[in-house]
T-cell receptor, first 116, second 115 residues
Framework: GAGVSQTPSNKVTEKGKYVELRCDPI?????LYWYRQSLGQGPEFLIY????????DSGLPNDRFFAVRPEGSVSTLKIQRTERGDSAVYLC??????????????FGEGSRLTVL | GEDVEQSLFLSVREGDSSVINCTYT??????LYWYKQEPGAGLQLLTY?????DMKQDQRLTVLLNKKDKHLSLRIADTQTGDSAIYFC???????????????FGTGTKLQVIP
């Protein structure tokens, strides 16, 4: 498809387990963002990639969270030793280089993580 | 840090105008956005305004910006049932040299349109 694709759409796991969430951005988009959306809240910034490198990871809540984008396209958000408070919808967005457009973020439908 | 606030809920009758308000704290905000989130779908950009503008109109949508008060509003004329969704205000500061923009979102306003 032409949009941002996120897998899995739903993930239920037990406290303490390891989880990986995948994002496949729109082809040609160099910028990739991860946000977290808790129930009744707006998206909360986690990390931003420009190409392969994490340009800003200031939103990652602690060292249990890590994200990679090894080839500058697909990104994986990794959560170790999951806690119940990690339950949320994890949103991925991609965009063109900002200087060439309005900075519109194109969002995927999200991965809903539930930690029991 | 950046903070963006919105009221949580708005209910209007079909055909009336809706006005969704937003306040932000970052005085360096350069780009201000309205995103729409329908149930089970990702966020989609509705419209945007640059901080050097006071108003922007796009069909049924009117965006007003009061930079002095850091207040942004979205007016939807002739509101339809299909407009029922959550509307997020978002802001982004001036770009860094890499073209990066960190977008900060508000908590969202749920718009309910009554037929």
């Amino acid at each position: 498809g032409a949009g941002v694709s996120q897998t899995p759409s739903n993930k239920v796991t037990e406290k303490g387990k390891y989880v990986e969430l995948r994002c496949d951005p729109i082809s040609g988009h160099t910028a990739l963002y991860w946000y977290r959306q808790s129930l009744g809240q707006g998206p909360e910034f986690l990390i931003y990639f420009q190409g392969t490198g994490a340009a800003d990871d200031s939103g990652l809540p602690n060292d249990r969270f890590f994200a990679v984008r090894p080839e500058g396209s697909v990104s994986t958000l990794k959560i170790q030793r999951t806690e119940r408070g990690d339950s949320a919808v994890y949103l991925c967005a991609s965009s063109l280089s900002f200087a060439s457009n309005t900075g519109e973020l194109f969002f995927g439908e999200g991965s809903r993580l539930t930690v029991l | 840090g950046e903070d963006v606030e919105q009221s949580l809920f708005l209910s209007v009758r079909e055909g009336d105008s809706s006005v969704i308000n937003c306040t932000y704290t970052d005085s360096s905000s350069t780009y201000l956005y309205w995103y729409k989130q329908e149930p089970g779908a990702g966020l989609q950009l509705l419209t945007y305004i640059f901080s050097n503008m006071d108003m922007k109109q796009d069909q049924r949508l009117t965006v007003l910006l009061n930079k002095k008060d850091k207040h942004l509003s979205l007016r939807i004329a002739d509101t339809q049932t299909g407009d029922s969704a959550i509307y997020f205000c978002a802001e982004s500061p001036f770009l860094n040299s890499g073209g990066y923009q960190k977008v900060t979102f508000g908590t969202g306003t749920k718009l309910q349109v009554i037929p």
